[in-house]
């Protein structure tokens, strides 16, 4: 099995569903946000007021990197701007299958409102994020899944496809 790296906006369900999707297949769980604030000893609305978010891509680039690189497969659920990153697009293509789990941009606003996630401030700029990114998050994915249904449904549609791939790879 390849890595799977979950791809998709703020609030679309990386981090649950991956925990679900990992479990069901056997393999390690990494949330890419929290190795890249245990890496920097900071959480991740602290690297943006220290650091910035230039200094947080760069870092999550070289953290994401290191993880697909390492020893072992296993289930990553990627930062909301991860695919910013053409490096980081590159090596996902090389070495793991990208899911896109697809959110209603609303959806996702009511998901992350209220929380420290410091670009989930502004409503109108979140929303207006969310449509710059799509693109970029349907050009990386081999696979889409609307995440919009139940954690465990999503994550059923998404092992089910791995398992498929996977087999299909071994032949």
Do not use: N
């Not at 000893?41 to 943006?48: A, L, N, Q």
Request: a negative charge; charged letters at 30%.
């Amino acid at each position: 099995m390849r890595w799977v790296a979950l791809s998709g906006y703020m609030g679309a369900g990386k981090s649950v569903v991956g925990r679900r999707v990992a479990a069901r297949l056997d393999v390690p769980f990494i949330g890419s946000d929290r190795a890249v604030g245990e890496h920097a000893g900071m959480s991740i609305p602290e690297i943006f007021d220290k650091r910035g978010e230039v200094w947080f891509r760069r870092t999550e680039e070289d953290v994401i990197r290191g993880i697909l690189q390492g020893d072992g497969r296993g289930v990553m659920a990627l930062g909301g701007g991860a695919l910013l990153s053409q490096r980081t697009r590159a090596l996902l293509g090389r070495m793991a299958w990208t899911v896109w789990l697809r959110v209603d941009p609303e959806v996702a606003w009511d998901r992350v409102e209220g929380s420290d996630r410091p670009l989930a401030v502004d409503r109108r700029r979140f929303l207006s994020r969310a449509a710059q990114r799509e693109p970029v998050y349907a050009e990386s994915a081999d696979l889409e899944v609307a995440s919009d249904d139940p954690a465990d449904e999503v994550a059923g549609r998404v092992v089910a496809w791995v398992q498929a791939r996977d087999a299909a790879d071994s032949e």
